[in-house]
């Protein structure tokens, strides 16, 4: 691709950019959200057409790819991080949608369907099935799939666009391992993520976009993580108002939780969450570390009243409080940031501004919404929080990642939650944007709030905790104050029983 150029209403979305990727490479391409790396794979995939420039694919010169088909037909496969599958179809059907095998009368070949997409599970160590319905599967077994559609093609490039964002450390190495073995049979990938350590794991070379214009490109092994991200930010980055030595003791108990534990369900004679107690007191930011599936996800759910409970107390100010739903959980002063802002969060056809103001709807009118003032409150959180949005009535799915988090973020502000309990809070954001989450969530603190932060990412959990609970199997395995945490330690009481036992 050289000299490429893009314009969306009026904005220069793509500037001339050059980018090379050979055969058998792992090129990766980085940079801050809105730099361009999005409007670059479209054109690439045939999804939009460029402005200007040339693309040359596979030794032909200046071709012009139409539409993603075409795309897919000579050899270019793209793996979103938007997943673009039908939940209601089987695994197999979705990863030769429109593609099924079909006998001489033209009839879907269910056998031979079935055996390829079999070929294609296996190769990713997927133990599935191929006619499990999608609904069925994890967001991150859906990824899997979505990984596995890429695959059939049998492509020579493949595009891979925040790949690991819903996948656990063993699915992660499986793509790892995957990936080696697509460079060995020389298929040029290219990685898109904002996690760096990835690329400094897996890619050879990395381009560095920013504001639609080439940075430059680089051997990975001539580069470093801080000099790529000034080269993404074009600015020196905050720590997140992180503390440095030990961290001062916090207020009085805000949030205390006791014995929650999870009923007896019919599957099995199963329990989830075991036994949890633990407190969080004012100005403090607690961690819920551990691995995939630990249940530090289902634990905030049931102090929010999303999950019931089947035993324990909750507390908030010392006062016991019934929460059984998320209404009583607001009463109570509790405010949730979902793990998937887009499905459980965001209202994402409405505007910025509507979504900013729904969790005060009813300061604005009884009968009517009165819009100048939904406005004035939107702007006032667009400016504090520096929400980048051409417009209060842009739709809030047209923003960053980052920006509709901070969208997100601004609503629960408005409410002046006691307890704010944050899953993933920077997942597929990039780091300036994470910088700026993270220096929010310690302003509230700072205010007095309690803050409880889910993560995956250990560095993030080191940078921003005061104190971190680990969790494995249902149960809270360990605690460790910020001064004394490290990620080996974390991850000994992630994988080790309380006896002290790997887990296998």
Same mark, same amino acid.
């Given at each position: 691709?050289?000299?490429? =150029? ?38 690439? !995939? ?49 990863? &030769? ?54 695959? $059939? ?40 993520? =904002?996690?760096?350590? /990835? ?26 993580? /801080? ?104 009463? !109570?002063?509790?405010? &949730? ?6 499905? !459980? ?20 009118? $009884? ?8 406005? !004035? ?22 923003? $960053? ?53 889910? $993560? ?31 990620? /080996? ?16």
């Amino acid at each position: 691709m050289k000299e490429i =150029h893009k314009h969306f209403a009026g904005v220069h979305a793509l500037k001339g950019v050059k980018l090379e990727v050979h055969r058998g490479e792992v090129h990766a391409l980085v940079g801050e959200n809105g730099a361009g790396k999005s409007t670059l794979m479209h054109i690439l !995939a045939g999804v939009y057409p460029p402005d200007g420039g040339v693309v040359s694919f596979n030794g032909h010169r200046d071709i012009v790819i139409e539409n993603e088909r075409q795309a897919e037909r000579i050899g270019i496969a793209i793996v979103y991080q938007e997943r673009s599958l039908f939940s209601s179809l089987s695994v197999a059907e979705n990863i &030769y949608a429109a593609r099924q095998p079909v006998n001489r009368w033209g009839v879907i070949d269910r056998s031979r369907l079935l055996a390829q997409a079999k070929r294609i599970l296996d190769s990713l160590g997927l133990a599935l099935d191929p006619k499990t319905p999608l609904h069925e599967l994890s967001p991150a077994r859906q990824q899997m799939i979505e990984i596995a559609k890429a695959l $059939s093609l049998n492509a020579k490039l493949l595009i891979f666009d925040e790949p690991t964002a819903a996948l656990t450390e063993s699915e992660t190495s499986v793509l790892f391992g995957l990936i080696h073995q697509l460079k060995n049979q020389q298929v040029g990938i290219i990685y898109i993520s =904002h996690r760096l350590q /990835e690329i400094f794991h897996v890619a050879d070379r990395v381009s560095v976009l920013k504001d639609g214009e080439l940075q430059g490109t680089f051997p990975v092994s001539e580069t470093s993580p /801080e000099a790529l991200v000034a080269r993404m930010v074009g600015r020196e980055l905050l720590d997140g108002g992180r503390p440095q030595g030990p961290v001062p003791d916090c207020g009085p108990f805000v949030l205390e939780v006791f014995h929650l534990s999870d009923r007896y369900t019919d599957e099995g004679f199963r329990w989830g969450l075991k036994d949890i107690s633990f407190q969080v007191g004012a100005g403090e930011i607690l961690a819920l570390a551990g691995l995939a599936g630990a249940g530090r996800t289902e634990l905030a759910l049931s102090i929010f009243g999303v999950r019931s409970r089947g035993a324990g107390e909750i507390r908030v100010h010392g006062k016991s409080r019934s929460i059984r739903s998320p209404k009583d959980a607001i009463a !109570a002063g509790l405010g &949730y940031l979902p793990e998937d802002r887009k499905e !459980a969060g965001l209202f994402l056809e409405m505007s910025v501004a509507n979504n900013i103001a729904a969790a005060r709807l009813g300061d604005f009118g $009884s009968w009517w919404i009165n819009d100048q003032k939904v406005n !004035a409150l939107a702007l006032d959180c667009i400016k504090r929080l520096r929400i980048a949005t051409p417009s209060l009535r842009q739709p809030v799915q047209h923003l $960053s990642g980052g920006n509709q988090q901070k969208v997100l973020l601004s609503r629960w502000l408005l409410l002046n939650p006691t307890v704010l309990i944050v899953d993933e809070p920077t997942q597929g954001i990039d780091v300036g944007a994470k910088v700026e989450v993270h220096t929010l969530l310690r302003q509230l603190a700072r205010g007095g709030a309690a803050v409880i932060v889910i $993560s995956s990412e250990l560095p993030e959990v080191l940078a921003i905790a005061d104190r971190i609970l680990v969790m494995r199997e249902g149960r809270i395995n360990g605690e460790l104050k910020h001064e004394e945490a490290t990620e /080996e330690k974390i991850m000994r009481f992630a994988s080790m029983t309380r006896e002290g036992a790997l887990c296998q």
